[in-house]
């Protein structure tokens, strides 16, 4: 092909230069809506086939729905909207996805150049109002700048630390004609370089902590699975070759299975007595991709006392931000952990910690995670423990919304591989998991995709209902039914004198009616009973599906670290009788 | 003392503030001082003073210079939140470094007559400032140098007759051959 021929090839509008990309960097779905600002780039999507375009019925939907195809793939989820109103229905997504770092593109279109800052029709400060829940963004004001402003974008929201990025693109910059330049694997950014190669010093010294360790653990988080690749599978390479015991924040399970005979469970405010027990009492911390948040240190300054901290994680702005530690390795999780655990081999030392793991089984005895089953009402956890068994075999992936119920999914779904699990941690947005589901179900067609919600989350972003049966997506939305925010009905009961301020669903729907009403199924059980045959006939059902699964009403969730106290200061369910309750809250209303 | 009740009033404040001056090399890009400033003010970090002008203006290269407080941890955070924006190339601690020239410039317009114009006058002498504006009740006075220098000046001319001050903000640089 002449130079001439490509030339004339690569001349094309904006709007055509965005789809093209979209090809050129291997997307395959968008999930997005229309409005007037990216008319231009809806005629070029209706004129092609490469691209599949999911229309959701809220922006909002648009946005989770792109988080839920990122985390469940490892490839970055793309979004259109509109300008004013498109771009700002998009503000939760893009803050859910940076606290979570999960990879969004997302294109918003803009009113034209020459009537940015009229307070034109539909006009609003896209990139001002973007600026602090993006990882970064960008103004296209000249067509000459897009072709690289749109492969910037990929490359800045998939490297390092993953993370969601704008493109803001006027109508007149998606009309106009300029010369489209394909990416390529040379292009190096000039400022943004993430380092992903760990330290061999720093390698050093962490393998000389580990093979003196007499009592260490590994906590690991959402940082592994960012890792994507085969980080998992060095992960339990790396606890086996240590016979270390593993923790995971809620961001990170299943990059550890579940089943794993070193799994202790999920650790911070609502995990185990024994993940918990074992941060606080360790001499030796293996953090790796997870950020020593809130919910996971409860009082910092009584944060596993005794331990030295070693800290694998990309971003340095991670590191001795809440917790001092030792001995940070900045660098990719996968890469750091083969380097690790070559290292660890060669050292050819493996500590002897028998006497830990009798106290480790000395705190699972404990049973932190039991409750009392019922034959009357449905219990949650029973409900999750009825779930996990009856998807037992099928290639399952589990959504959230944000409560109770969240809690109960994590400590009693097992998860066994990781990129099965989206959920809202950072943020902690309710309505996350509907449309997350459906992203997920977009990417994995013959998947069995279910969104674990409750009564009052799954009515924030309920409409997409409706985008799921005209897209043939068939999820599952199984809701803990308890009438209540459970969550917020929990510290109520805890630290507000049980006033239970707005907490109860009133006018609850009629969920099977509803699913009706959208043209999907909908199903009731009240009764432990029939909780296996409902289940199994919801897996078969090829469509979408709400199911009011009724439960307990005031059942809460334990074990439960109440916050700014310490991992040992943990109230479990057994002794969550109200003198302890109160004693265990005493004083801490301003908690949060 | 009371125990805080959560975990986000508990960090540990108790080291003493430092106060650091930072340089910060940045693409020229729209925002980016929007970004800088955003960061200081979403995270509560504070900033004493910031310049930002364009160096080089081929390669589209601005530097920013900030100088902030607070305790070790907190400035170690301020680096590597700035360090992992996207257009920013390198951020550089210059009181680390402790080879930095640091300069300020003020403009200081004082008011008087009589013995007060000569009392200016004479502190002027001595602070090395230069006259840029005279009226018959009047002076504007440029005067450069470090932060303390240029706050010490400003404190003599108040009781002479301090009408306003306009100040620069802090630049600094390294001694030396080596750039940044
Ligand atoms: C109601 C509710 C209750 C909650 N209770 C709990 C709880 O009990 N326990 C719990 O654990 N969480 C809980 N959470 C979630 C919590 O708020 C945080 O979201 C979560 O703990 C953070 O997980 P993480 O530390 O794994 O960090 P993430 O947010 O997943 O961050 C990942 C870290 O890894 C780093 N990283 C990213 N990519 C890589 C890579 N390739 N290599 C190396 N490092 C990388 C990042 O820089 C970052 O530091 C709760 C949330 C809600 C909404
Ligand atoms: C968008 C949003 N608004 C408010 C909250 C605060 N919040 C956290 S949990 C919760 C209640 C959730 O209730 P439900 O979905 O019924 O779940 P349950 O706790 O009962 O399982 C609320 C209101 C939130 N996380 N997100």
Same mark, same amino acid.
């Given at each position: 092909m002449s130079d001439s021929k490509? $030339?004339?090839?690569?001349?094309? =509008?904006?709007?055509?230069?965005?789809?093209? +990309? %979209?090809?050129? $960097?291997?997307?395959? $779905? !968008?999930?997005g809506y229309p409005g007037g600002a990216v008319l231009p780039i809806y005629d070029e999507?209706?004129?092609?086939?490469?691209? &599949?375009?999911? /229309?959701?019925?809220? &922006?909002?939907? +648009?946005?989770? +729905?792109?988080?839920?195809? +990122?985390r469940s793939t490892g490839k970055p989820g793309v979004v259109l909207v509109t300008s004013g109103p498109g771009a700002t229905n998009m503000v939760t997504p893009l803050a859910d996805a940076l606290m979570d770092s999960i990879p969004l593109v997302c294109i918003t279109g803009q009113v034209p150049t020459h009537l940015i800052g009229n307070d034109a029709f539909q006009e609003c400060d896209t990139v001002g109002i973007t600026r602090p829940c993006t990882k970064?963004?960008? %103004? @296209?004001?000249?067509i000459k700048d897009l072709p690289k402003v749109l492969h910037e974008a990929f490359y800045v929201a998939t490297s390092g630390r993953p993370g969601p990025v704008v493109v803001d693109v006027p109508k007149d910059v998606q009309f106009a004609t300029g010369t489209y330049t394909p990416p390529r694997k040379s292009d190096v950014h000039v400022s943004y370089k993430p380092q992903t190669k760990g330290d061999p010093n720093q390698i050093r010294k962490a393998v000389a902590l580990m093979a003196n360790a007499k009592r260490p653990v590994i906590y690991t988080g959402g940082g592994v699975i960012n890792a994507g690749g085969n980080a998992s599978q060095t992960l339990r390479a790396l606890v086996e070759a240590t016979g270390f015991p593993i923790t995971s924040t809620l961001m990170g399970l299943g990059a550890y299975p579940a089943s794993g005979k070193n799994w202790l469970g999920m650790l911070g405010m609502h995990g185990t007595y024994e993940a918990n027990m074992a941060m606080h009492d360790c001499d030796v911390m293996l953090c790796i991709g997870a950020r020593f948040d809130d919910r996971i240190t409860g009082r910092t300054d009584a944060f596993s006392p005794g331990s030295k901290k070693i800290h694998i994680d990309i971003d340095p702005s991670s590191i001795n931000k809440n917790i001092r530690v030792d001995v940070p390795i900045i660098g990719d999780a996968g890469s750091v952990m083969e380097d690790l655990l070559k290292a660890f081999k060669a050292e050819g030392k493996k500590p002897k910690i028998d006497p830990w793991w009798f106290e480790i089984g000395r705190w699972r005895a404990r049973n932190s995670l039991a409750y009392k089953k019922s034959d009357d009402v449905i219990l949650p956890q029973?409900? !999750?423990?009825? /779930?996990? &068994?009856? =998807?037992?075999? $099928?290639?399952?992936? !589990?959504?959230?919304? @944000?409560g109770q119920h969240q809690m109960w999914a994590a400590q009693f779904f097992g998860f066994e591989e990781p990129h099965r699990w989206m959920t809202s941690g950072g943020l902690g947005t309710m309505g996350y998991g509907l449309p997350a589901a459906l992203g997920v179900q977009v990417a994995h067609r013959d998947s069995l995709v279910i969104d674990i919600a409750g009564d009052a989350s799954v009515q924030m972003t309920m409409q997409e209902m409706s985008c799921a049966v005209q897209h043939e997506l068939p999820i599952k939305i199984f809701i803990l039914n308890n009438q209540y925010m459970g969550m917020v009905r929990q510290w109520q009961q805890l630290l507000h004198g049980n006033r239970l301020s707005h907490s109860y669903t009133e006018a609850m729907p009629d969920f099977v009616k509803l699913a009706e009403a959208y043209g999907g199924?909908?199903?009731?059980?009240?009764k432990p009973g029939d909780l296996d045959g409902a289940l199994h006939e919801m897996i078969k059902v090829k469509k979408p599906v709400l199911f009011d699964c009724r439960v307990a009403a005031l059942e809460n969730c334990f074990p439960m670290i109440p916050s700014g106290k310490a991992h040992n200061e943990m109230l479990l369910p057994a002794e969550a009788n109200d003198d302890a309750t109160a004693k265990a809250f005493a004083g801490g209303k301003a908690l949060v | 003392m009371t125990q805080p009740a959560s975990a986000y009033f508990m960090e540990e404040r108790h080291d003493p503030n430092e106060t650091h001056t930072l340089s910060v090399l940045v693409a020229n890009e729209p925002g980016v001082l929007a970004r800088v400033i955003g960061l200081f003010s979403g995270r509560g970090y504070n900033i004493e003073s910031l310049t930002v002008s364009e160096t080089e203006s081929q390669k589209h290269?601005? *530097?920013?210079t900030i100088v902030t407080t607070g305790t070790p941890m907190v400035i170690t955070q301020i680096k590597h939140q700035l360090d992992r924006m996207i257009p920013v190339y390198q951020v550089v601690d210059m009181t680390l470094t402790g080879r930095s020239i640091e300069r300020e410039l003020a403009m200081v317009k004082v008011k008087g007559s009589g013995d007060? *114009?000569?009392?200016?006058? *004479?502190?002027?002498?001595v602070f090395r400032a230069r006259v840029v504006d005279a009226t018959n009740e009047s002076f504007v006075f440029e005067i450069t140098g470090a932060t303390s220098k240029i706050d010490q000046f400003v404190n003599l001319m108040r009781p002479i007759g301090l009408v306003e001050v306009s100040r620069t903000g802090v630049a600094a640089i390294s001694r030396g051959p080596e750039g940044m």
């Open positions: 490509s $030339h004339d090839a690569n001349q094309m =509008t904006g709007a055509a230069m965005i789809v093209r +990309a %979209l090809v050129d $960097h291997g997307v395959k $779905h !968008i999930f999507i209706f004129q092609q086939g490469d691209v &599949e375009h999911i /229309l959701v019925r809220h &922006e909002q939907g +648009a946005g989770h +729905a792109a988080e839920g195809y +990122a970064h963004n960008w %103004l @296209v004001r000249d029973f409900a !999750i423990q009825r /779930l996990f &068994e009856a =998807t037992r075999g $099928h290639d399952t992936y !589990i959504t959230t919304e @944000v199924v909908g199903m009731q059980v009240f | 290269v601005s *530097r920013i007060q *114009r000569i009392e200016a006058m *004479r502190l002027a002498e």
